[in-house]
């Protein structure tokens, strides 16, 4: 019964992080032509026109939806993660030892 919290909330951010990524693949529109064209597709484009070359896609396209968001939010919470471990570690066991 001690457990059954922390099983609870592994599970809800397991749900989460679930929804998030179906919802990510599900609802990713490609931003295609228009008045709102990203810049970095405009100096890429002139990049590769000045030394004869076409553009190519990414390795790794994150122009569908909020995928880049995503992406990041995973970072942070990966970084957040290894740096709250690490802080507890350095400042509070550290402080136990002396």
């Known amino acids: 019964m001690k457990n059954l919290g ?10 989460i992080l679930v929804f998030a990524i179906v919802g990510s693949v599900l609802f990713a529109r490609s ?3 228009g008045p709102w ?3 970095t597709d405009t100096v890429a484009e002139e990049g590769a026109g000045n030394i004869g070359r076409e553009v190519a896609d990414p390795l ?14 995973l ?6 993660t290894a740096v709250g471990y690490y802080w507890r570690k350095v400042m509070i066991e550290k402080k136990a030892e002396v």
């Open 6 to 15: 922390r099983i609870l909330a592994t599970c809800v951010v397991g749900l």
């Open 31 to 33: 931003k295609g032509e």
């Open 37 to 39: 064209i990203d810049a």
């Open 60 to 73: 790794i396209n994150t122009d569908q939806g909020n995928m880049l968001v995503f992406f990041f939010t």
């Open 75 to 80: 970072g942070g919470v990966a970084g957040g």
